[in-house]
Nanobody, 120 residues
Framework: QVQLVESGGGLVQAGGSLRLSCAAS????????MNWYRQAPGKQREMVATITSGGSTNYADFVKGRFTISRDNAKNTAYLQMNSLKPEDTGVYYCNAEIRLVSRAIISYWGQGTQVTVSS
């Protein structure tokens, strides 16, 4: 069984910062990509940032220069440092991880989400 648990969301003023964490646990052979998505009320879920097992990163245009994704492979944990937050960053942030099992199957897991609210 594999679980992803996000933490670090909350309420912050525009221009402020938050640091999200995503901890994976269970019987894991390896973790390929770890990703952050977000979903604002009434909108589709959208990719925020991705990071490969080797540390290569990609960002959505709307967060470039403001957000930083990182990971600690020894802890099976990914992070999203969010700076210069804007009200339009408000939404539920979800962690997603592509996990390789011992069986060689690769399964995409999702966390429960953590709420980020940016006030003006």
């Amino acid at each position: 069984q594999v679980q992803l648990v996000e933490s670090g969301g909350g309420l912050v003023q525009a221009g402020g910062s938050l640091r999200l964490s995503c901890a994976a646990s269970g019987s894991i052979f390896s973790i390929n990509a770890m990703n952050w998505y977000r979903q604002a009320p009434g909108k589709q879920r959208e990719m925020v940032a991705t990071i490969t097992s080797g540390g290569s990163t990609n960002y959505a245009d709307f967060v470039k220069g403001r957000f930083t994704i990182s990971r600690d492979n020894a802890k099976n944990t990914a992070y999203l440092q969010m700076n210069s937050l804007k009200p339009e960053d408000t939404g539920v942030y979800y962690c997603n991880a592509e996990i390789r099992l011992v069986s060689r199957a690769i399964i995409s897991y999702w966390g429960q989400g953590t709420q980020v609210t940016v006030s003006s």
